[in-house]
């Protein structure tokens, strides 16, 4: 610990980590309340936020909490926590409304008739969700952030990522920073986390590059309670063409073919159909909602099919795929991808849970904060319904940022972070990712089984150890970024090894569970 210059040292009344939905809708509210707010993100673009990569669109009730609510608990196997939903499906129509339309003028897509377009997605019993196109995640973060890079409360900074959360006596007063010269302090009366998934800790996944779990290893390297680790969700029809090119994202050697993209279950609710390699529908057999059952299930029966008939294809044929769907015709035309069906795989999409919050997204550690995908508030349970990820973003970064206004900052001793080796071996990142990756995709995907989690933990473990002894003296944004992902592999683990139950998106090979 370092004595800290106080003269120098930045502070806000709010610091909120991170740019997708769940953080712009935080540092809105706080602003809102009339507090100043200072926003990092360590990204450089709008798109590299999952936000921006969302396909499908945002649900709403339709003025129906309750059947939102219904499906909600029935996707999730019965998990989702009740009173989290409840939260959730009474401030969904309000904030949509508020925030997207009249704050933010979300050109959602409308009828012939003018009247905004209600979508379906797999496990929905209704038409509720709004959406441009299937690009729905851009439309609303572009705005998002044009709206709080303009607010006079609101300081926006990029390409700024956060080491390490600022502790003392059980209270977080903000996070070192690798702003130069790198370990910066910026204190905060409260922090709000919104870092995002841990996409990048598998070789194929629908997040961008730098979803690495940092809110989640901050977060529970300072103390907070972490929940759900175990429940992480994989797409069913994410495009198959290159799985061959799996682990291989952050190892440099063919990132650049690596054309793994979503195809929106809002296909699936329009119509279009699963496939197994003899053209066979299959998903009747497994689930009485059959290609729109939970996602969880239509993931596990895809590879399933994959396994016994070597391919499964999404058959547009049933939709006026080129009218209603142009960014994804355009995404398969650019791909080379002809035809009306599309060949697809399960791969990483949603961690459901997450750094555990109330319904304010109160962390258990005093001022810290923590809402989007790094958190868990209950609202997924085992397995997340569709469209309600930009929701929960949005409700719960609205009812953070409100939350966290009124705290004034404290300037404490920060942690001391050395820079005094910055040269890392040559490649140590990059094969200690693709180690991490390795593991994460063999043993702690789809299906797992009891002794691979176990020697997943053991590889995970020695991995964050080898992690952990550079950066005792260097502070490289990557390397603190794979630390980050070690650490939340390695509580991914724990939580798989301690769950030994198949529910949701847990599904544990020995336990005799029926694919649905
Ligand atoms: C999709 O468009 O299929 C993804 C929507 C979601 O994950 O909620």
Do not use: C, K
């Given at each position: 610990m370092t004595e800290t210059d106080t003269a120098t040292a930045t502070t806000t009344d709010v610091l909120v980590v991170g740019s997708g939905i769940a953080g712009c809708a935080a540092a809105l509210a706080a602003a809102r309340k009339g507090a100043d707010v200072l926003l990092v993100t360590k990204a450089t673009k709008p798109d590299d936020a999952s936000t921006d990569w969302a396909q499908g669109g945002i649900s709403t009730t339709r003025g129906n909490p309750p059947s939102l609510k219904e499906d909600i608990i029935e996707a999730s196997d019965g998990t989702a926590d009740p009173d989290a939903v409840d939260v959730l499906v009474e401030h969904a129509d309000d904030v949509v409304e508020d925030?997207?339309?009249?704050?933010?003028?979300?050109?959602?897509?409308?009828?012939?008739?003018?009247?905004?377009?209600?979508?379906?997605?797999?496990?929905?019993?209704?038409?509720?969700?709004?959406?441009?196109?299937?690009?729905?995640?851009?439309?609303?973060?572009?705005?998002?952030?044009?709206?709080?890079?303009?607010?006079?409360?609101?300081?926006?900074?990029?390409?700024?990522?956060?080491?390490?959360?600022?502790t003392a006596e059980g209270r977080v007063h903000g996070i070192v920073s690798d702003e130069e010269p790198t370990g910066k302090p910026i204190y905060a009366g409260a922090t709000i986390l919104a870092t995002g998934g841990i996409g990048a800790l598998y070789g194929r996944s629908t997040n961008p590059d730098d979803a690495t779990g940092d809110g989640i290893a901050m977060a529970a390297l300072a103390g907070a309670d972490v929940d759900d680790l175990e429940y992480i969700q994989f797409h069913p029809t994410a495009y198959a063409g290159s799985e061959a090119l799996s682990a291989s994202k952050r190892s440099g050697e063919a990132a650049e073919q690596d054309d793994t993209f979503l195809l929106s279950e809002a296909l699936r609710g329009e119509g279009a159909v699963l496939r197994n390699a003899d053209g066979e529908r299959f998903m009747e057999d497994v689930h009485p909602q059959a290609d729109l059952a939970p996602r969880d299930v239509v993931a596990r029966g895809v590879e399933t099919e994959r396994n016994a008939t070597g391919e499964v294809v999404l058959d547009v044929s049933p939709l006026e795929f080129e009218a209603d769907f142009p960014a994804l015709a355009e995404t398969c035309r650019d791909r080379g991808i002809d035809g009306d069906e599309i060949p697809v795989a399960p791969c990483e999409h949603f961690l459901c849970g997450g750094i555990d919050v109330d319904d304010r997204g109160r962390t258990s550690l005093d001022r810290l904060y923590a809402v989007g995908e790094c958190a868990r508030t209950g609202v997924h349970g085992a397995n997340r319904l569709a469209s309600t990820s930009l929701l929960e973003g949005l409700v719960w970064g609205l009812r953070a940022g409100g939350d966290a206004t009124g705290f004034e900052p404290e300037v404490v001793e920060s942690p001391d972070l050395l820079n005094r080796d910055p040269e890392l071996p040559e490649r140590f990142v990059t094969e200690k990712f693709t180690r991490l990756k390795r593991t994460m995709d063999d043993y702690l995907g789809l299906e797992r089984d009891p002794d691979d989690i176990e020697r997943a933990s053991a590889v995970l473990r020695r991995l964050k150890g080898e992690v952990?002894?550079?950066?005792?003296?260097?502070?490289?944004?990557?390397?603190?970024?794979?630390?980050?992902?070690?650490?939340?592999?390695?509580?991914?683990?724990?939580?798989?090894?301690?769950?030994?139950?198949?529910?949701?998106c847990h599904y544990v090979a020995d336990d005799e569970a029926p694919l649905a």
């Open positions: 925030v997207l339309i009249d704050t933010l003028g979300v050109g959602f897509d409308q009828s012939d008739d003018g009247t905004l377009d209600y979508t379906r997605e797999a496990a929905h019993s209704e038409y509720r969700i709004l959406h441009v196109d299937a690009a729905t995640g851009t439309h609303i973060l572009r705005p998002f952030l044009n709206h709080v890079d303009d607010h006079e409360r609101i300081d926006v900074r990029q390409d700024t990522a956060a080491l390490e959360l600022i952990d002894a550079y950066t005792r003296t260097r502070t490289a944004r990557d390397l603190y970024e794979l630390r980050h992902a070690s650490v939340t592999a390695v509580l991914i683990a724990r939580a798989a090894s301690e769950n030994t139950e198949s529910v949701g």
